[in-house]
């Protein structure tokens, strides 16, 4: 490979290809004290072969010089921004406090998978021989590592206004819900280069980062959120690039070799229902959190996943790739996602690092109109139960710890096909202990790479062994307030039901709503 | 799918082995039909606890004595099931006599009740 002569030529002005050719390719070189496999050891051990790099293309064509003069003026429009929030009191202008427990959610959840994706393809540009590829995974480090800062920086507005904010990377490595996007960063960026590519760039990047990135940024825009809007436009084209990358990957390694589709295949089975499990929180918080609603998680997915996927499997089939496994079962489970999921954070609200609120009449009218197969059904009389239970001042919370998946890691709280009231669980036995799923698709990816699967760190069960507790601290004897500690959950301040807490007398005392009758005049 | 470190001779960590409990073991235990309890509950046992003190003991401080139908629940009817298959539990013999070993996962069936008002819930 890099056979080409790319000394520059004299006394011309370089066209934008022969740049690109320079500053990439031209930068590539082959090892001689080692030799190459040995500097690339990852590579064949996946089983995908890969007979020229020199056919990756990158559709871009961006050198790094030009790339850091974009992302500069991108930073100066962000920043020019932010500090207009801040002078402004821009958190003052979103349709109602409850908005900001999407953002705590997005925080403790996705800013961290940023930071995760950094390191991944940070760890990618170094396994691949070919200067085209080992760039563009570069630059995407590069890029996430600035998705982190820009949310970390936009979002510190509200953590001075909002509570539940103050900690996202302890919250991430500890509280319970987050280690379902934890382990699916951690599955990815401990597997071989060619899963972790697929994983990230295709199967979360081009396949479903509509669902995450469109529910959040419309969320905030239809909620008054300029902070969050300014930081989602700032990467909008960044991810732009990164789609491109993750199509360009797939198509690269599925042309070099007939022998790559079948790995490709497995690899997209297990990342489409990773990161479909993953966006159930996405589902709950379009369709119970937004103030504001954009679109129900039915509609989402029905756009983005069925429509949007199924062209774009349309166009990969000529390389002998199909759907992903079990995609039909995730249309189905479309009626039922977000009502499952915000069940369990009303169960479990005591344990949240955000407030779960009971859905208004107008929400609950808004559910039955989206939902009209499974709302009034199975869903509405749950919550006016909850509501009769409240207004006796029994609110339910759950004092029991759940039953979790092995590979997802989200408590067994989804229901079976043809019957939503029955929990949906799979088991197997593997070298004599029992292992629990909440889906066929969990058990499937467990049954491929037992060994990796047997270490997850599961929350409920660490709890159980006595290992939540926060270091140096006192054990308090009761697991549920150690536990909590140990999270770096504010007990009766970050958690509980929106109503009563201090991010509601805050917020009704700044809007001159104030429920509370002001003192007698003297 | 296998990296150096997966083709070290190095036994797999398995973290939840009954040994890191402490002489307990877990026992998984849902109530099929009612959702309100979001998923099936897991409990922290010793191996020698009799039946009898799950139903007598346990389940009374669980999510499961919150749900309104509880009180109705009429134990001589209940049908119990270890995870899929039918099963018949001895309230005075211990868990480990009857093979409800560490991860078992028992259900339990009250065809009387059907959650909130009829939803499953
Ligand atoms: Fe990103
Ligand atoms: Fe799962």
Redesign the interface.
Known sequence: MNTQDTRRPTGKKLSLKEKYALMTRGLGWDTSYEPMDKAF??LG???IKIHDWDKWEDPFRLTMDAYWKYQAEKERKLYAVLDAFQQNNGHLNISDARYVNTLKLFFTGITPAEYNAHRLFAMLGRQFPGPGAAIACQMQAVDELRHVQTQIHSISQYNKYFNGLHDHTVMNDRLWYLSVPKSFFEDAI???PF?QIIAISFALEYLLTNLVFMPFMSGAAYNGDMATVTFGFSSQSDEARHMTLGLECIKFVLEQDPGNAA?IQRYLDKWFWRGYKVLGLVSMMLDYMLPKKVMSWKEAWEIYFVQNGGSLFNDLSRYGLRMPKYWEQSVAEAEHLSH?TW??F???SGAAAFHVWLPSDEDMAWLAEKYPNTFD???R??I??YRKLQAEGKR?Y???????CQTCQT???F?EMDD????S?R?LEH?G????FCSDGCRDIFAG????Y?????P??QI???NCVEPGAEAAGDPGADALRYFHVVAGQDNLDYEGSPDEANWLRWKGLDKTPPAAAA | MHTHAQQTSVPPLVRDRVDNFHGQQLLYVGWDHHTMICAPIALLVSPELRFGEVIDDLLPASAFALHPEWPQIDWARVEWLLADRPFTPERSATLAAQGLGHKAYLRLRTPALRGIAGSGA
């Open positions: 050891d990852q051990l996946e089983g401990s597997s071989g899963e790995i499952q069940n369990a009303y169960n479990f059904q199975h869903y009389p749950r006016e139960h339910y759950n004092p029991s710890l759940p039953m979790l408590p067994l709280i229901t939503p009231t029955r929990t669980h088991q070298d202990d029992t292992y629990h790479q037992p060994d990796k047997v270490s997850a760190w599961l409920a069960h159980l062994q006595g």
